[in-house]
């Protein structure tokens, strides 16, 4: 049974993180004990798509999972100039916070690309805490292979992304959502969720600009290409097969480009493997070597 994000709110908090050089308020999620994992989410959802997963991963490990800046219930300033690196500054200001020397990585889909970054910091010394090991779901990583969505589409472009945004409502987003998921998959209770985790603070005016982590992946391809590629860390790949945006044709790349890499594929599931196979999805992030 799913946590309501209500709920999984309440049981949260927001913590004031300097994120390039601003006070911000971010929504964190803490909860269990042991080596610390950190969770990052996609868009355009929220820490809360990992609420499934949370008592099989809580009970090895002490996990870390906010919501990104203008996701969620994490502050969301209108007329901001959102990117992948900002993300990535507000989860090492996380990290700071809470003291983090190391912690194992896991990330979804715009996550995945934030996580891209975090190793390029890695690689280039610049990062002071440790990942010790990598967990990727369904993502455009190879930004050269991605297949946005016709709404993604919209939204990138200058003159409708805006009216789009303005636009939007709950059942808009579970129309544009229902064919990322496997077409057994019900996904109107995750939809419902992510629509009042997107329109809380009325985030969702924002959606025009947040999407702008695609022109962040192909601007920044080689340099997060390349930290992902060369790490030597423990490395795994949970791959929903039946995804028409980052699916098979990547899990295809990632088994030719990374042959050392351990590549999950799930046959039965679409974009949202956290959503659609938490549990399967739970005990691969464990069995990934190094993760305990």
Known sequence: MTVSIERWWSEGELLPLTVAGVSRQVFVRRIGSGPVMTLLHGFPSSSHDWARAVPVLA??????IPDFLGFGASEKPADHDYSIHEQADLVVALWQHEAVTSTHLVAH???ATVAQELLARSADGSLRSRITSL??????IY???HRPEAAQTALLDPDTGPRLSAALTGELMAAALSPTFAEHYDSSADAAAMWKGMSHGDGHLNSHRLIHYI????AHRDRWVEAMETSDLPKAFVWGLRDPVAGA??????AERM???TLHALADVGHWPLLEAPQRVASLILATEGSG
């Open 109 to 111: 889909d715009y996550g």
């Open 249 to 254: 044709h990547i899990a295809d790349r990632i």
């Open 215 to 218: 022109t962040d992946r192909a």
């Open 143 to 145: 930004p050269e292979l």
């Open 135 to 140: 967990t990727l779901l369904n993502g455009g």
């Open 259 to 261: 042959p050392n890499a």
């Open 59 to 64: 009970a090895r490990h002490t996990l870390l």
